[in-house]
């Protein structure tokens, strides 16, 4: 079992649709939770880290359960210009930072 | 303006011919990383520093090397590429932040370097 998963897509929506994803993680011990968004041939830009309260930022919503130990990114009214790959990437803190990322998944907004 | 830096950006290269990517960092971070991307797999960690001098195998450090003698630069040494190689590899410089009782690591990627091993 992958220690992050994620549904690989693709994920072909209209424009103006809201879309959701989720991504499991297999280490309780992990502390820090973040969305990473990758464009095709560019590196991976931080989008939005997850907080155990949920948080909200613009048009996304990212929210993390701990129980269950999946974490989740809403876009509402997702535009063109979301179209990328959405990358989950979990923290396993300790000596020497363990970070592991998901294989991403694959949105494509349509017009 | 804050940046990760790597060169080359494109290679192709032949079998043994020994090659470096370079990365720096202007941010003064102590943590740089290593990764290649491959459909399919995703993101994998080759090596990573925790600072000068301080360096440490990651999930397939196989075939690589690296050197840390200065905090900005942090060069990916293949000495012997073989096609198996062939990959998009970004280097990383990390922040490490603790907030209350959460510790975490925030990530800046250079742009990557798409390298071809014939």
């Known amino acids: 079992r992958k220690e992050v998963e994620q549904d690989p897509g693709p994920f072909n929506v209209p424009e103006g649709a809201t879309v959701a994803f989720n991504c499991t993680y297999s280490n309780s011990a992990s502390q820090s939770f973040f969305w990473y968004r990758q464009d095709c041939r560019k590196e991976p830009k931080l989008l939005m880290s997850?907080?155990?309260s949920g948080n909200e930022d613009g048009r996304f919503t990212a929210q993390l359960n701990r129980a269950s130990q999946y974490i989740s990114l809403l876009i509402r009214d997702s535009k063109l210009s979301d179209s990328a790959t959405y990358l989950c990437?979990?923290?396993?803190?300790?000596?020497?930072?363990?970070?592991?990322f998901g294989s991403g998944t694959r949105l494509s907004i349509r017009p | 303006e804050a940046q990760v830096t790597q060169n080359p950006r494109y290679l192709i290269t032949v079998t043994g011919k020994k090659l470096t990517v370079t990365c720096s960092q202007n941010?003064?971070?102590?943590?740089m990383s290593w990764y290649r991307q491959d459909p399919g797999l995703g993101l994998r960690q080759i090596y990573y520093?925790?600072?000068?001098?301080?360096?440490d195998k990651g999930d397939v450090p196989e075939g690589y090397k690296v050197s840390r003698k200065e905090k900005r630069n942090f060069p990916l040494i293949l000495e012997s590429p073989s096609p198996n190689q062939t990959s998009l590899y970004f280097c990383?410089?990390?922040?490490?932040?603790?907030?209350?009782?959460?510790?975490?690591?925030?990530?800046?990627f250079g742009p990557g370097t798409r390298l071809l091993v014939l």
């Open positions: 520093s925790m600072n000068v001098e301080v360096t």
């Open positions: 941010m003064n971070h102590e943590y």
């Open positions: 997850v907080y155990s």
């Open positions: 990383a410089s990390s922040l490490r932040w603790t907030s209350g009782r959460t510790k975490g690591e925030t990530q800046y």
């Open positions: 990437v979990v923290n396993v803190p300790s000596s020497a930072s363990k970070i592991i």
